[in-house]
């Protein structure tokens, strides 16, 4: 008679941050591959970046590109745990030796939204009176914003969503600046007031979907991840990913995308501007969805030759000197 010896089946354990929005993302995540692997166990542990800690300071100023991603990545790194869920704009372009994108997930709505206090119900982004308080701490949404709508008055806000709207519902801003898909993760629709089009806002690369990261010889967890892809996401997000790679772009850069994806035909939108929203370039490339990196450092060279180096050497060595 023989016994069969069947190995132990390995826990999965995913690491997150612990806002409210990480952890909504996080659960989602738990709960697709539970779907799809019934019989194993999907561990959530939680724990705080630096990002999360730093609350005071402007983000850009910290110049850190990991700001929310090191403390889990050193996690995966020791075998604390075996994934990890970012904000795909969250995540570097390029990755700790021995980590890897796993797998990219279906994007929400990527633009961004205006979000008003209840005295400004009957305006929209292009409406609200000058010197109107607007609120973002991105470098990005402040120059495509200042460019378009130079009499509003722009004012740094910083902390967790549910943080943000309760200063603005207090009459501390006019209006805020935030990514839908964030309040429609969080079950907030209601509260985007404006979908900001792409001519006043060009939105982060990855905005709106999920990058899961995991060890690149982590066999495994790879295939598992590999039922949760989506295909359409992700080649639009490498094409992204590659041009903010290919300009040496941190998370905190004046740097918009828009992607289009017509069958297997890509098109790809970027633009660098100057902090004060006075410079900026901007250009479209068109190519297949099998060239999608490709395309992304094509759109990054063309930028650097309609001055984009120079816009971005400038914003570097103001942070630098702080
Ligand atoms: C990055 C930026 C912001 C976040 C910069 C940018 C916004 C910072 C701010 C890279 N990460 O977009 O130009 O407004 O203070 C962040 C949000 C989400 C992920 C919130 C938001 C949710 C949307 C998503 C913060 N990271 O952008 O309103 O998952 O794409």
Not at 176 to 183: C, K
């Amino acid at each position: 008679m023989s016994i069969a010896v069947s190995s132990p089946v390995r826990t999965i354990r995913i690491g997150s941050r612990k806002s409210q929005l990480a952890l909504v993302q996080t659960h989602w995540v738990q709960e697709q591959l539970q779907k799809h692997f019934p019989d194993r166990t999907f561990e959530v542990h939680t724990m705080s970046t630096q990002g999360d800690k730093i609350l005071d300071v402007a983000l850009a100023k910290i110049g850190e590109k990991d700001l929310f991603t090191k403390e889990l990545e050193v996690a995966m790194l020791n075998q604390e745990i075996d994934l990890a869920v970012h904000s795909l704009k969250d995540l570097p372009t390029r990755l700790p030796e021995g980590l890897v994108l796993g797998v990219i997930t279906e994007r929400e709505d990527p633009a961004d939204a205006l979000v008003v206090n209840a005295k400004h119900q009957d305006r929209q982004i292009d409406t609200l009176s000058p010197g109107a308080v607007v609120g973002t701490s991105s470098l990005r949404r402040l120059a495509q914003l200042r460019h378009h709508f130079p009499h509003l008055t722009f004012k740094d806000i910083r902390g967790n969503l549910n943080t943000r709207l309760q200063k603005l519902d207090a009459g501390e801003y006019d209006a805020i600046i935030l990514a839908a898909a964030g309040l429609q993760r969080l079950g907030m629709s209601d509260r985007i007031h404006q979908i900001l089009p792409p001519e006043i806002s060009l939105h982060a690369v990855g905005q709106g979907a999920l990058g899961i990261e995991c060890r690149a010889d982590d066999a495994e967890v790879l295939s598992l991840l590999q039922t949760i892809e989506h295909a359409p996401t992700r080649d639009r997000t490498l094409a992204e990913r590659a041009f903010l790679r290919e300009l040496e772009g941190g998370c905190q850069v004046p740097i918009g995308v828009n992607t289009h994806l017509d069958g297997e035909q890509l098109t790809l939108t970027g633009l660098v501007a100057s902090v004060d929203g006075t410079q900026m370039v901007k250009d479209t490339v068109t190519g297949t969805v099998q060239q999608a990196e490709a395309l992304g450092i094509d759109l990054a060279h063309r930028l650097r030759q309609q001055g984009a180096k120079e816009i971005l050497d400038t914003i570097f060595a103001n942070i630098q000197r702080g």
